[in-house]
Structure formats: structure tokens, C-alpha cells
């Protein structure tokens, strides 16, 4: 009887994110107590689930009644602010949990950070995930896609929640257990630095058909729609054809065009880069998306520079380039090539997965994770399921460029993609993501790159020898009495 009256999971901190997992999580069948350090925002939850259907969701007031009216073992979700606020929030529960009850951490958390949480809630007997979620308000409302990393046993006690909660696709529910450890965490910051990269490539593709094909927002809207169709059929296409269609109720015309070009972030896409660089795992076309939201941010340099080079004599050829153009080749060109610049960025983010796991023993499931990306989440895409494929085919695919699949279309669009960067860069438009893309693309398939000079250089100055391609060992040479020798 008593566990009868109990709820099966609780969730504390209830923002839209936290309300909206929580009423996702009530509406599948799955009783649910709520908490929130101010309290407005528990009576507010439990308004809007006797609104959204009578849903059976519990109001708390405090860490303790809150911990004690969850069956056993107690399962928790918490969905505050990273850092400091989630060990606030775990040494208040904690005090009232018992052996065997789980903490299941949302946020978008530093994944050694829930690593040493792991290692604190084992030393209290309690199991703890950590959970990457991805779908923003409306996923977590509908369906997200859900990175639980940590102790599988917690999983297990979750596991028939999460397959309901999670969006929801053809081959299953976007939800898998991803590792031990952080892994969940770190896989959810990957998802995000290849966001950032996706984002980038779009603003790309839209001002090189806005400022070269001279194409309006309702051209774009329709390109965009056109495009949603096919092989970038996606989330953020999806969005982006929306935005162009949408008026500024302040004045004529569309509100994209009203909008302050500074871009703002939370530091997921900075942590991709850090760790890219840490594990020397190439990643330039994340890299470019995280440096054009750093110099989106110096608006009044940039407006001042504009200004002096112009006195300087720099001519503007954004006005101008836009004469003679094949629009309608244009558009499809720029379509080819933002579709091989994505999948470089999402090679990247892939390569660095791979890097951590084999430094980590986490032994993640490539296609597996693309498989849960294919719902609920703000990368979804079509292509996911081409990416999920090639790594069935080849767990241990070295890059997707190899793919025997992708590699063909990365030939058959590699022209197309070369004459749009051509056509931005000579019409002084900054590519830099399809840009760091195609050069990606080049370094990779290089047999020789000029990496030979660079070592020589190193060896010169630093005596750090090198190898030699006929020979076996490692070689140093007195270039600069030699050279001298020869003069």
C-alpha cells in the first residue's frame, strides 16, 4: 500500500527544461514528485499537469519529504545550473537517501565533474548518472534525446522511463546507456560542438546565397524548405527555412534581418575545442564555428574596421558580386557543398569520440549514438541514419570520409563545394567553417603533405630530429653548417 502511494521518480529544479521532462515523464504513466527551491515554481508545475491532463505529478517543499515520497530504490532527477548549484543540490538530497538510490544529474555538466561525483555518491552507497539531454524545451516536453553515462545499475532502475520519455524513431527510442563514468556528459558536449559546427555551416550557405546570389528571405525560406526535403532534411533547416518566413511586428520587412549579428554560448562548443586539443584530435571545423561567435561579439571593432579599410582603399565586393550569377546553380552548388562540409564537422566530433574512449576504456557504440541523434534532438537529421550505417559496417571506421558510402559523395560534391568557397572568398565573404571543412577534406586524403619542411624547420632550431621515408630511426642533420657547405 504504501508504495502504491509513492512516486516512481522525482525531479528537482524545475525551470521550463525541468517542467517540461517532468510532465513528459507524468503523461507516459510514470507518477512523479517535483521539487524546487522556490516554491512558486512547484505550484506552478502542478498547475499546468491538472491543465496538460490531470497528469499524476506530486508537489514537494522540501529536500526531505521530497526524498521520502520516491519508491525504493529512490530515483532522482536534478536539472539546475552546472558547477557549484548541482553539489548544493546533491548534498541536500543526499542527507536523506539511503544505499541503492541514484541521482541522475540533466544538466549540461563538465563530464570530470561527474566523474568525482560518481566516485562521492559511491562512498555513500548511492548511484549517480550523468545524463546529457538534447531537444531544448520542446524536446524535454515530447521527446529528447537522452546520454546517460555513469553506473548501469542506476540505469537499469530507469531504464523503462527513459525508453518512454526519449523521442521516439523507426529502430527504437533515442536513448541508450552510452559508458561508465562521464561518458554521457562528454558525449552530449561532442553533440554540441558539432551544433555549433552545424550552425555555422548554415549561416554560411545563407549569406553566400543572400550577399553573392542576391537572393531575398523569401527565396531563402523556400530553398530552405526545398532543401528540407532532401539529403539536409534536418531539425536546424527545418527552423531556418521558419525564420526566414517570419515578419518583424516593429516594421517592414523579415526580423532575421533586425537582429544583432553578436552570437551568444554557454561553453559546451569552447570544451569540444579544449578537448580536441587535449587528445591532438583535429577539429578545425568546430573550432572556426567557436572563433565567429568570439568575433560575432566584437561588433563595434568590426564596424570600426569596416570603416578604416574601406578609408584604406578596400573595395566592398559583397554588392557587386551578386552580377552574372547562375542563381539557380547557385543554389545548388551551395547545397552540395554545405552538405560535404557537414559531414567533415561531423567526422570531427566522431574522431574525438573515438579518442576519448579509447583513453578512457568507455568503449562507445559509434552507430549507436548516431542512432539516438536521429530523434528528439537539435542535430537530428536524415544523414544520421547514413552515419549509423557506416559504422555497423565498420565499427572501427578511422574517419566517415573513408566510408566507401560518403567518400563517393564527397567526390561527386567536391567540385561544387570548391567554386562556392572560390566564389565567397573572391567575393570577400568569410567561409570559415566550409572553408576549415574542405581543407579538412584536402589534408586528409594527402598522402605527403608539406609536413616534411615543417620537421626539417624543428630539427634546425631544436635539434628534434626526424624520420626519413627510405629508412628506418631517427635522424638528426647540422642543416645550417651543411648549408653553408653547399653555398
Not at 48 to 56: D, I, K, S, Y
Not at 268 to 281: M, P
Not at 456 to 469: I, P, S, V, W
Request: some cysteine.
Amino acid at each position: 500500500m504504501e508504495s502504491a502511494a509513492l512516486s516512481r521518480i522525482g525531479l528537482a529544479g524545475l525551470a521550463v527544461m525541468g517542467q517540461n521532462l517532468a510532465l513528459n515523464i507524468a503523461e507516459k504513466g510514470f507518477p512523479i514528485s517535483v521539487y524546487n527551491r522556490t516554491t512558486s515554481k512547484v505550484d506552478e508545475t502542478l498547475d499546468r499537469a491538472a491543465v496538460e491532463g490531470n497528469l499524476p505529478v506530486s508537489g514537494q517543499y522540501s529536500p526531505r519529504d521530497f526524498v521520502l515520497s520516491l519508491q525504493r530504490p529512490r530515483s532522482l532527477i536534478i536539472l539546475v545550473k552546472a558547477g557549484a548549484p548541482v553539489d548544493q543540490t546533491i548534498a541536500a538530497f543526499s542527507e536523506y537517501m539511503e544505499p541503492g538510490d541514484c541521482i541522475i544529474d540533466g544538466g549540461n555538466e563538465w563530464y570530470q565533474n561527474t566523474e568525482r561525483r560518481i566516485s562521492e555518491a559511491e562512498q555513500k552507497g548511492l548511484l549517480y548518472l550523468g545524463m546529457g539531454v538534447s531537444g531544448g524545451e520542446e524536446g524535454a516536453r515530447n521527446g529528447p534525446s537522452l546520454m546517460p553515462g555513469g553506473s548501469f545499475q542506476a540505469y537499469d532502475n530507469i531504464k523503462d522511463i527513459l525508453g518512454k520519455v526519449a523521442a521516439q524513431v523507426e529502430d527504437g527510442p533515442c536513448v541508450t546507456y552510452i559508458g561508465e563514468g562521464g561518458s554521457g556528459n562528454f558525449v552530449k558536449m561532442v553533440h554540441n560542438g558539432i551544433e555549433y559546427g552545424d550552425m555555422q555551416l548554415i549561416s554560411e550557405a545563407y549569406d553566400v546565397l543572400k550577399n553573392v546570389g542576391g537572393l531575398s528571405n523569401e527565396e531563402l525560406a523556400e530553398i530552405f524548405t526545398e532543401w528540407n526535403r532532401g539529403e539536409l532534411e534536418s531539425f536546424l533547416v527545418e527552423i531556418t527555412s521558419d525564420i526566414f518566413r517570419v515578419k518583424d511586428e516593429f516594421g517592414d520587412g523579415e526580423l532575421v534581418d533586425k537582429i544583432l549579428d553578436k552570437t551568444g554560448m554557454k561553453g559546451t562548443g569552447k570544451w569540444t575545442v579544449q578537448q580536441a586539443a587535449e587528445l591532438s584530435v583535429a577539429a578545425p571545423t568546430i573550432a572556426a564555428s567557436l572563433d565567429c561567435r568570439y568575433l560575432s561579439g566584437l561588433k563595434d571593432e568590426r564596424e570600426n574596421a569596416a570603416k578604416v579599410l574601406r578609408e584604406a582603399g578596400l573595395k566592398e565586393e559583397i554588392g557587386s558580386a551578386s552580377s552574372g550569377i547562375d542563381k539557380k546553380r547557385l543554389v545548388d552548388d551551395v547545397r552540395q557543398g554545405l552538405y560535404a562540409s557537414k559531414i567533415c564537422s561531423y567526422a570531427q566530433g566522431m574522431n574525438l569520440l573515438r579518442a576519448k574512449s579509447l583513453e578512457k576504456s568507455w568503449n562507445l557504440n559509434f552507430g549507436e549514438l548516431a542512432r539516438i541523434w536521429k530523434g528528439g534532438c537539435i542535430i537530428r537529421a536524415v544523414f544520421l541514419d547514413r552515419i549509423k550505417k557506416a559504422y555497423q559496417r565498420n565499427p572501427d571506421l578511422a574517419s566517415l570520409v573513408v566510408d566507401p558510402e560518403f567518400a563517393k559523395e564527397m567526390v561527386q560534391r567536391q567540385a561544387a563545394w570548391r567554386r562556392v568557397v572560390g566564389l565567397a572568398v573572391s567575393a570577400g565573404i568569410s567561409t570559415p567553417g566550409m572553408c576549415a571543412s574542405l581543407a579538412y577534406f584536402d589534408t586528409y586524403r594527402r598522402a605527403r603533405l608539406p609536413a616534411n619542411l615543417v620537421q626539417a624547420q624543428r630539427d634546425l632550431f631544436g635539434a628534434h630530429t626526424y624520420e626519413r621515408t627510405d629508412r628506418s630511426g631517427a635522424y638528426h642533420t647540422e642543416w645550417t653548417k651543411l648549408a653553408r657547405k653547399s653555398n
